[in-house]
């Protein structure tokens, strides 16, 4: 199945937690010199225009990153999003936003390398066009599970991973999982964020279920709903995994999570940071 679009979706609450935190993640692996490896595994276009038909059909941006842009009380730990996104749209209209291959580019630098793996024949074109002007960076039309694993260990022993499927495929939920799994047996020391939505939540829990049955350590989980958990079909909330966090990612996390419950949230909003898995 290759029917999902990225572009309905694009800038909602979802992307709000998972590129702040990849923001935070990146940010602070330039703080060595040492290049660094990303490697991204369902890339999407790169960039999405939110007045093109699709931003504008769902409007989610409007109830995610809309809101908090030009909040000048937002919590530092949000900086280098925010920022990002404000270096987009100098004309202070909100234009533009990126997926999660835009964000990796505003923070890689001339010695760190990024691989972007995507399927959709559409999104494919669309992030062949945007990398162009990007230095060392590897666009494949291909299977992002099997291309994570292909990559691993990189030659600098520094990585960031991100693992970011549509799910529409159920079994999607245990290839996420097992993809990392099987990259920490064989890197244990990446960094790993596996994004998930809260769709049905015994599938969360599978997921949980089977990290802590691996050798997998250090995993930090994080999650934010913005409604309760339902039987009927919609996404709730969403999380991320993330395995070998920096050292301040959930202090930081401790001053966005409450800001981005009171900006985007309800009174049935709610959300959770926990150490799943001890260093």
Not at 19 to 47: N, P, Q, W
Not at 103 to 124: G, M, N, T, W
Not at 209 to 232: A, H, P
Request: glycine letters at 6%; a negative charge; proline letters at 5%.
């Amino acid at each position: 199945m290759l029917s999902y679009r990225h572009a309905f979706h694009a800038g909602n609450f979802a992307d709000v937690l998972k590129h702040s935190v990849l923001s935070l993640v990146l940010d602070y692996m330039t703080r060595k010199e040492k290049g660094f490896c990303y490697i991204d595994s369902h890339s999407g276009a790169g960039m999405y225009q939110l007045a093109d038909e699709y931003a504008q059909k769902t409007g989610e941006y409007k109830n995610g990153i809309a809101k908090i842009i030009n909040d000048v009380n937002a919590p530092q730990a949000l900086e280098p999003y925010l920022s990002l996104i404000n270096s987009l749209n100098l004309n202070s209209e909100l234009d533009i936003y990126p997926g999660s291959p835009g964000v990796a580019k505003a923070f890689v630098r001339r010695q760190d390398s990024s691989h972007l793996f995507e399927l959709h024949p559409s999104d494919i074109h669309h992030l062949e066009d945007f990398c162009q002007r990007w230095r060392k960076v590897f666009v494949k039309q291909s299977d992002g599970y099997k291309g994570v694993l292909g990559l691993i260990p990189p030659p600098s022993r520094r990585g960031v991973v991100l693992i970011d499927p549509p799910y529409e495929l159920k079994e999607d939920y245990q290839k996420a999982v097992s993809t990392i799994v099987k990259a920490y047996n064989k890197f244990s020391t990446g960094t790993y964020i596996v994004w998930y939505p809260v769709v049905k939540r015994h599938f969360i829990e599978q997921m949980e279920k089977d990290f802590t049955n691996s050798d997998v350590k250090n995993l930090l989980q994080v999650e934010f709903c913005l409604n309760r958990d339902t039987e009927e079909y919609g996404m709730t909330g969403t999380g991320l995994f993330i395995v070998n966090p920096p050292w301040q990612l959930a202090s930081q996390l401790e001053e966005v999570l409450p800001y981005l419950k009171d900006k985007l949230g309800n009174n049935d909003s709610k959300f959770t940071l926990t150490q799943l898995i001890a260093e």
